[in-house]
């Protein structure tokens, strides 16, 4: 057994700064919805909620992101990074796809996931960005 | 002539934090721009530019705000107020639309703005909303 020139240990990566996640939980997709059901955006929040969150993500809950027509909506933001708000989100189909992009944003130094590293449902429902506050002029 | 009781001078309204007005100038509002044309974007700052902003509006150039299909676009944003995305503006129409938004805006604390105290555009082009860092859970 080789003791004398052991594998320095690797240094460990930098830990990424939280991220939080928005979720509109009062969006109602622009449809009717009925008594006594949980608005979509309210289903949306619970349902990743009991899905459970990356490391270094928390989920704030918000009365309206004012994407109403492009529903559900959540935004991503952190310390340094741009602002991301995604929208067309259904707690059925896109727990997941929200999870692997909030992961993915998490990651970065400063929000910008390079677009082949993207879902689909990201590429293309991109509502807006805004830089960070730090952004120098362009 | 009255002297004894003299009206105190009313204190003077606080100062309202100040604001940034993030404009797109890489904004092709979708469309093809001829050569040696600035496109929609950039004329638009310009046009912003050359008016002069309000007291207390700060203005800088975005290189795309990811509103494309909706622009050309702006972002209002300030310490401990809602951050708002609004599009659908040209250089042509609106620079008088903006600066009055910009305007109410600079003089509310939390960025709110009283849907009737809102031009037309602003009520119908509004993209979305950020709530502020220190929002409390809802």
Redesign the interface.
Known sequence: MMTENPTPAPTPAPTPAPVEM?VC?TCRRGQPVPENTPVPGRQLFDALQQHGLPDGVTM????????CSQGC?L?L?GAGRW???YGGFTAEEHVETILDGATRYRDTADGLVAWRERSQHFRKN??????PLE?P??
């Open positions: 928005l939980t704030t809950p918000v009365e309206c992101l004012s994407n909506s935004v933001r602002t991301y708000i991109c509502i807006s960005r805004i830089p952004t002029n362009v």
